[in-house]
């Protein structure tokens, strides 16, 4: 009964549509010990050949009126009852999803997609049950097993009540039992469907990627293996479940056969009636539902227990980044934008020996280009993320407008942010709300103005559907340029003071380069932009530009200065010139 302790909260909250559920479910199994008193009468009274129509009809509207009571009964504690079961689902799910919102970047490493997934589906129904179900089990077991063997022994006889539920105290053990193996059993029954959620969500993702490299065979059968371990998994729920049906079953038919043989010789003895007899023979009719009830609700608060404990697991983690060091007064409109990095250095969490960035320090005005180049695993994108706020355990500071970022709420820190990551996210929806998703209250001509910007307007207007086109899971009917092109309309739709380019127009030529650049520059003349690329010309006119190597700065400057140093940039830029014109000759 440890779940009922767990789910205290949940109860204390709905106490009143609880005790008045239960008390409609008690009510309806008092109900339900009138039918077998009247059969009994009756069978007194034929057997006694004293029955007349009236008594006859008297007893059949009894039994009417009976099964009236129970039919309204039964609807007011279902709807209670199974209704508060499912207020229970709705507010773990919302919890589950607002938690999932509220957490970083670490958080999403160390938990995969599909164990997410299944927390929020398997786990949330298996507790829902304990809510309903359970309480349902528990309150009919207690209540209808308890008041029929008063009425056994009120209006039939001790001796033979006694006699005939021998059977029930092995049956509570033999439930015991069972249920601590089905708790172990179900807990890794939900893991191994976890993992398969896992390698499902994993495997369509990447199909693509299968199927370009031939391996969509060998990922099936991968697939299929997984598949077996985990029927193998469940096969143990089954088999304890299994298992305690049947000596459910062999002890009900045993309560029967030890009913009928000594009540016969009662009867005999004229110690009761035959009446009496048959209404000890219906009350163990209502005796089968508590007993097997026994092993079902092992079943549920077992599995409801074991699903209970994964969600908590989860709930129980904390984000790493907080804002428990900001001024909740402190209102970033009020702070001039000039953007200072002074970081001397940072190393991920899981790698605290090796420092990623190593003295980083730089000073952006209003209206100033930041522009970042280096080689892959430069640190680009990790100082980015600095910015974000995606991680804090760093040594220095980044300061926007004055004030360390860490004191400005993260939610208005955000805000302030207009940011295209490397790895586009596109909504199955449709182009104009893909766009508007950073201003849902933005005007179509808003949404077209910022396409134009981003030198996507005529792409989109050449579809049939225009704006209305659905792009598809993760923008599947969109080309790399498009779907790049896209996110930045989206961010610049946001209209934020700090623009974002994270390696943003890697997939568009450079003729839509040009064109995108040309407009940001208009757009930003009193806003700061950070561009990562690894394409020179997409820096080329950047105020400050900054060559990154193993975390450290090793050339900075504008792109004339970078040029006569003849470093690493300068070479990059012939190397890449080179290649530009080789394409075009190829064009040509």
């Not at 008297?58 to 209704?83: C, D, E, F, H, M």
């Not at 086109?469 to 739709?493: C, D, F, H, P, W």
Request: glycine share 6%; hydrophobic share 45%; aromatic share 10%.
């Amino acid at each position: 009964m440890g779940i009922y302790q767990k789910l205290g909260w949940f109860f204390k909250q709905h106490k009143k549509r609880y005790i008045f559920g239960i008390a409609m479910l008690m009510l309806t199994s008092l109900a339900n010990l009138v039918p077998p008193r009247i059969l009994g009468l009756m069978a007194d009274q034929l057997n006694k050949k004293q029955i007349t129509w009236f008594s006859y009809f008297k007893y059949t509207g009894l039994i009417l009126v009976a099964a009236l009571s129970l039919y309204v009964l039964r609807l007011l504690w279902r709807s209670l009852i199974w209704g508060g079961a499912t207020i229970l689902e709705k507010e773990l799910r919302a919890k589950l999803f607002a938690h999932f919102m509220k957490m970083d970047r670490t958080f999403f490493q160390n938990n995969r997609t599909g164990d997410l997934m299944a927390h929020a589906t398997n786990d949330v129904m298996a507790v829902q049950e304990v809510a309903g179900d359970g309480i349902l089990t528990v309150v009919d077991a207690i209540t209808l097993g308890g008041c029929t063997a008063v009425a056994m022994i009120l209006f039939v006889d001790l001796r033979l009540t006694l006699i005939a539920l021998l059977p029930m105290p092995l049956l509570a053990i033999f439930a015991r039992y069972f249920g601590d193996k089905l708790y172990v059993a179900y807990d890794k029954s939900q893991a191994a469907f976890s993992k398969l959620n896992n390698k499902t969500q994993e495997s369509v993702s990447g199909i693509k990627v299968l199927k370009t490299f031939g391996q969509a065979k060998q990922d099936t059968n991968s697939f299929n293996k997984m598949v077996d371990e985990t029927i193998c998994i469940n096969k143990q729920v089954f088999k304890w479940q299994s298992m305690f049906d049947p000596l459910g079953s062999l002890l009900i038919g045993l309560t029967y056969v030890i009913a009928i043989i000594y009540g016969s010789i009662l009867v005999n003895n004229q110690s009761i009636t035959v009446g009496q007899l048959v209404s000890f023979v219906a009350y163990i009719s209502n005796m089968v539902w508590p007993m097997f009830a026994i092993g079902y609700l092992f079943n549920i608060l077992e599995r409801g227990s074991a699903s209970y404990d994964r969600i908590e697991k989860l709930l129980v983690q904390k984000p790493l980044i907080t804002d428990k060091n900001a001024d909740s007064l402190l209102n970033i409109q009020d702070l001039h934008s000039d953007l200072e990095f002074n970081i001397d250095s940072f190393a991920y969490p899981d790698d605290v020996d090796h420092n990623i960035l190593k003295n980083i320090h730089f000073t952006l005005k209003p209206g100033q280009t930041l522009g970042l180049v280096g080689k892959v695993g430069a640190g680009k994108t990790t100082l980015i993320k600095l910015l974000l706020r995606e991680y804090d355990n760093y040594a220095g500071n980044i300061k926007f407008g004055g004030e360390n970022i860490q004191k400005i709420p993260l939610k208005e820190l955000l805000e302030a942010i207009s940011y295209v990551p490397q790895k586009n996210f596109l909504f199955s929806t449709t182009i104009a709300g893909n766009i508007a998703f950073s201003n849902p209250y933005a005007t179509m001509d808003e949404i077209q103005a910022a396409a134009k910007k981003a030198g996507l307007h005529d792409d989109i207007m050449a579809m049939p559907e225009q704006y209305e086109t659905i792009v598809g899971e993760k923008g599947v009917s969109l080309s790399g340029g498009q779907r790049q092109r896209m996110s930045i309309a989206r961010a610049l739709l946001k209209d934020s003071r700090v623009l974002i380019l994270d390696d943003a127009l890697s997939a568009v030529d450079a003729k839509t380069e040009g064109i995108i650049l040309h407009n940001l520059k208009a757009e930003m003349h009193d806003k700061t932009a950070l561009i990562a690329s690894h394409k020179l010309s997409s820096v080329m006119d950047a105020d400050l530009i900054l060559v990154l190597k193993h975390g450290q700065i090793v050339e900075q400057g504008v792109h004339d200065e970078l040029l006569k140093q003849k470093g690493w940039y300068a070479k990059m830029w012939e190397r890449q010139e080179l290649q530009s014109k080789v394409g075009e000759n190829i064009d040509e």
